[in-house]
């Protein structure tokens, strides 16, 4: 597996990484079982850059990772981890706590859940409008000069915020959503992060998996699913975006690969500061997507897509209305 660095503090990747949230949170059931299938695989891949947070499951997920950990070297496995909420008694989220102190309890949480004593590279999940990201940004140096702690992150900021927490102490990583059909990040965000350095994780890179041309209808998702309350996915919305998939399909097909593969392909031609994290729950589908990065596809492919891109509007917000206030978009 290639590898790329995110940052000019020293963090080397590998070029794509596994997006672990659906396992545990948000797409329905969760098999452990298959899950830990597809964890251990992905280090055969050579795919080492696991992502999670203290919110999938809330918590699960950081313990299935430290499962998948046991038995191997620690330092084959690149774990980025998010703190950001204060959880209730049953896992309910009651809000947003990114105060010193509590990062330095909530820390300790993640360590002990994954079963290490130091996380690889350690987000802000979202900001708190009611701390200083200098404060917030500061307790994470704090972690890093304990050991704790290698590298800082943060995710769905934007351009201001990013200065004044790199002003603070140097980010490695900015994490958004990122993909054929979600493009906010390239007008400000990533000119920002170049300026300064700075890499750019990208999740959802297919698009909650509409771009892979596996859902056909909301009837493929279970009642459970979170996408059933996703704004793209809903009626109409839902038949408008399949046109943009249906672009993506056709070139799949000519170019014997998969639409996942070619939404995949695209993101990481944009940059090689840019670190794709697409998700699964199966080892299948794994293996397809760590063979994005093979493709080898003449200018035209790029040429076409990117014109469809130009002239293809995405209908529906990215997340619910409730969950959009929670994206930082200061300039």
Same mark, same amino acid.
């Given at each position: 597996?290639?590898?790329?660095?995110?940052?000019?503090?020293?963090?080397?990747?590998?070029?794509?990484?596994?997006?672990?949230?659906?396992?545990?949170?948000?797409?329905?059931?969760?098999?452990?079982?298959?899950?830990?299938?597809?964890?251990?695989?992905?280090?055969?891949?050579?795919?080492?850059?696991?992502?999670?947070?203290?919110?999938?499951?809330?918590?699960?997920?950081?313990?299935?990772?430290?499962?998948?950990?046991?038995?191997?070297?620690?330092?084959?496995?690149? =774990?980025?981890?998010?703190?950001?909420?204060?959880?209730?008694?049953?896992?309910?989220?009651?809000?947003?706590?990114?105060?010193?102190?509590?990062?330095?309890?909530?820390?300790?949480?993640?360590?002990?859940?994954?079963?290490? $004593?130091?996380? $690889?590279?350690?987000?802000?999940?979202?900001?708190?409008?009611?701390?200083?990201?200098?404060?917030?940004?500061?307790?994470?140096?704090?972690?890093?000069?304990?050991?704790?702690?290698?590298? =800082?992150?943060?995710?769905?900021?934007?351009?201001?915020?990013?200065?004044?927490? !790199?002003?603070?102490?140097?980010?490695?990583?900015?994490?958004?959503?990122?993909?054929?059909?979600?493009?906010?990040?390239?007008?400000?965000?990533?000119?920002?992060?170049?300026?300064?350095?700075?890499?750019?994780?990208?999740?959802?890179?297919?698009?909650?998996?509409?771009?892979?041309?596996?859902?056909?209808?909301?009837?493929?998702?279970?009642?459970?699913?979170?996408?059933?309350?996703?704004?793209?996915?809903?009626?109409?919305?839902?038949?408008?975006?399949?046109?943009?998939?249906?672009?993506?399909?056709? =070139?799949?097909?000519?170019?014997?690969?998969?639409?996942?593969?070619?939404?995949?392909?695209?993101?990481?031609?944009?940059?090689?500061?840019?670190?794709? =994290?697409?998700?699964?729950? !199966?080892?299948?589908?794994?293996?397809?997507?760590?063979?994005?990065?093979?493709?080898?596809?003449?200018?035209?492919?790029?040429?076409?897509?990117?014109?469809?891109?130009?002239?293809?509007?995405?209908?529906?917000?990215?997340?619910?209305?409730?969950?959009?206030?929670?994206? $930082?978009?200061?300039?």
């Amino acid at each position: 597996m290639q590898k790329r660095t995110l940052g000019r503090q020293g963090l080397e990747v590998s070029a794509t990484g596994l997006g672990c949230m659906g396992m545990s949170f948000a797409y329905g059931s969760a098999d452990d079982v298959e899950s830990m299938k597809v964890l251990h695989r992905s280090l055969d891949l050579g795919i080492n850059f696991w992502d999670t947070a203290e919110m999938y499951g809330p918590f699960k997920n950081e313990e299935l990772l430290g499962r998948a950990l046991k038995g191997k070297k620690r330092e084959e496995v690149i =774990i980025a981890t998010k703190f950001a909420w204060r959880f209730g008694e049953k896992g309910e989220i009651l809000g947003l706590d990114s105060s010193p102190a509590h990062i330095k309890r909530t820390i300790n949480g993640s360590l002990t859940r994954l079963g290490t $004593d130091y996380i $690889d590279l350690y987000y802000q999940h979202r900001l708190d409008p009611n701390i200083p990201i200098e404060d917030t940004v500061g307790a994470m140096a704090d972690l890093v000069r304990e050991g704790k702690v290698r590298y =800082i992150g943060l995710s769905e900021v934007g351009p201001a915020t990013i200065r004044r927490a !790199h002003a603070e102490h140097p980010i490695s990583a900015v994490q958004s959503e990122y993909s054929l059909w979600e493009r906010g990040v390239e007008d400000e965000v990533l000119p920002t992060l170049r300026e300064l350095g700075i890499g750019f994780v990208a999740y959802s890179p297919l698009g909650r998996g509409f771009l892979t041309g596996r859902i056909k209808s909301m009837e493929d998702l279970e009642s459970s699913d979170w996408r059933r309350n996703n704004p793209r996915f809903q009626a109409e919305n839902f038949q408008h975006n399949m046109a943009l998939v249906a672009t993506v399909k056709e =070139i799949a097909v000519a170019n014997k690969a998969t639409p996942g593969q070619i939404a995949l392909a695209w993101l990481l031609r944009q940059g090689l500061d840019i670190v794709p =994290i697409p998700g699964t729950k !199966h080892v299948n589908y794994l293996e397809e997507n760590a063979r994005a990065l093979d493709l080898q596809l003449p200018p035209s492919v790029w040429t076409e897509l990117d014109s469809t891109l130009a002239s293809f509007t995405v209908a529906g917000m990215r997340y619910p209305e409730a969950a959009m206030r929670f994206i $930082d978009t200061s300039r």
